[in-house]
């Protein structure tokens, strides 16, 4: 061990893709069952499998197509309709963990401020992982879900413009950039809007005369979703704000019950998306937890990352449930989707590892 064989890796990692739905079927959610798999036979527990460059390839193709499946699904009438909530929920669930998690950076774990800031917006972005479970159950039309789902563009993109600044201005030897700021924020909204713009346009004419069979359509659409993550990420922003864009762009073009978008979700529930979730799992160094002396950093910083994250999150939904009038599940809804961490909760920790801001406590602590 580490199997390194291509058919024996493949071997386990379907064995675990079709165990963790029988075990979602005793009431633990398959999402977690395959986070579980991946942390047990990821190479810091038993060793089954290193997380080699092909694990990481698939694991990032998944974390695209969660973001281009909820971009897709989202009813876009009921989010223009709503897009005063997505608005303020957006601002709220960005903010309240942004200067909470600096402050608890600074006082707390004692980080400098450059440091404090990106932990601040570690806190502030989420990832609709929790997503496709509302979407199996028939939930993405609530107006709960399309606010969270509208607030997710906003908050990741101020979160993520975030770590652009603050990453750039440490390895340029400062701290903050305004021109960072000033530059990603403006090309980011100039490829938004040609996306918006042109994808419709692209995808309606492709899709009704140029392809000819099933399988380009697919494969339209998973270049699509490529090309614009790629895009955004040549301005200096994390991939999935693309993936999410393409989600949005070919949202009227493909017919929400028609065969393509049977496809779409099939291919990515049985497997881009459970490649993700057990390639996550796998980031996850139990070791760092059970002795040592830097164990008992690695408690306090995961327990205060994740007391500061449940509260803030919570309170950004509580706060706002009498003015947007959601019901007490429906504020829950909201609650559930923005906490999960994970797309670019991890892209900002690892960026602040790799520039000397973070430790592997942190890093373990947001695993």
């Known amino acids: 061990l580490p199997l390194t064989e291509p058919v024996a890796?493949?071997?386990?990692?379907?064995?675990?893709?079709?165990?963790?739905?029988?075990?979602?079927?005793?009431?633990?959610?398959?999402?977690?069952?395959?986070?579980?798999?991946g942390i047990a036979i990821g190479p810091h527990a038993l060793g089954v499998l290193d997380r080699d460059p092909t694990l990481v390839l698939l694991g990032t193709v998944g974390l695209l197509y969660i973001m281009f499946l909820a971009g897709l699904e989202i009813d876009l009438h009921q989010l223009q309709a709503g897009k005063a909530r997505s608005l303020g929920f957006g601002l709220a669930t960005f903010a309240l963990p942004q200067a909470v998690g600096l402050a608890v950076g600074r006082t707390v774990l004692g980080m400098g401020w450059p440091a404090a800031v990106l932990l601040g917006s570690v806190f502030a972005s989420h990832t609709l992982l929790a997503y496709p479970a509302a979407a199996r159950l028939g939930l993405q039309k609530e107006r709960s879900v399309t606010t969270a789902v509208g607030a997710?563009?906003?908050?990741?993109?101020?979160?993520?413009?975030?770590?652009?600044?603050?990453?750039?201005?440490v390895r340029e030897g400062g701290a903050f950039d305004l021109g960072v700021l000033l530059r990603v924020g403006g090309s980011l909204a100039a490829f938004g809007g040609l996306v918006l713009w042109g994808l419709p346009r692209l995808g309606g004419w492709f899709l009704q005369t140029a392809a000819s069979d099933a399988t380009l359509e697919f494969v339209f659409v998973l270049a699509a979703v490529f090309v614009c993550a790629l895009g955004v990420e040549a301005l200096g922003v994390e991939p999935i704000i693309g993936a999410f864009l393409a989600g949005l762009g070919l949202n009227r073009v493909v017919p929400e019950s028609g065969p393509l978008m049977n496809r779409i979700a099939f291919f990515g529930n049985a497997l881009f998306v459970?490649?993700?979730?057990?390639?996550?799992?796998?980031?996850?160094?139990?070791?760092?937890?059970?002795?040592?002396?830097?164990?008992?950093?690695?408690?306090?910083?995961?327990?205060?990352?994740?007391?500061?994250?449940?509260?803030?999150?919570?309170?950004a939904a509580a706060l706002l449930r009498p003015a947007f009038r959601f019901t007490a599940d429906e504020a829950r809804m909201a609650f559930g989707l923005t906490v999960p961490q994970a797309a670019a909760t991890l892209a900002a920790v690892l960026v602040g590892v790799e520039v000397g801001l973070f430790d592997g406590a942190v890093l373990n602590g947001t695993v």
């Not at 890796?9 to 069952?33: D, H, Y």
Request: glycine letters at 10%; aromatic letters at 6%.
């Open 9 to 37: 890796v493949f071997t386990v990692v379907l064995l675990v893709l079709l165990a963790a739905p029988l075990v979602g079927r005793r009431g633990v959610p398959s999402s977690v069952v395959l986070l579980g798999a």
């Open 152 to 169: 997710t563009i906003l908050t990741d993109t101020l979160a993520l413009l975030v770590l652009a600044v603050v990453a750039t201005g």
């Open 274 to 315: 459970p490649f993700f979730l057990l390639s996550t799992g796998m980031l996850v160094d139990l070791q760092a937890f059970a002795g040592g002396p830097d164990a008992r950093r690695a408690w306090t910083v995961a327990l205060v990352m994740t007391g500061v994250l449940l509260t803030t999150k919570g309170a």
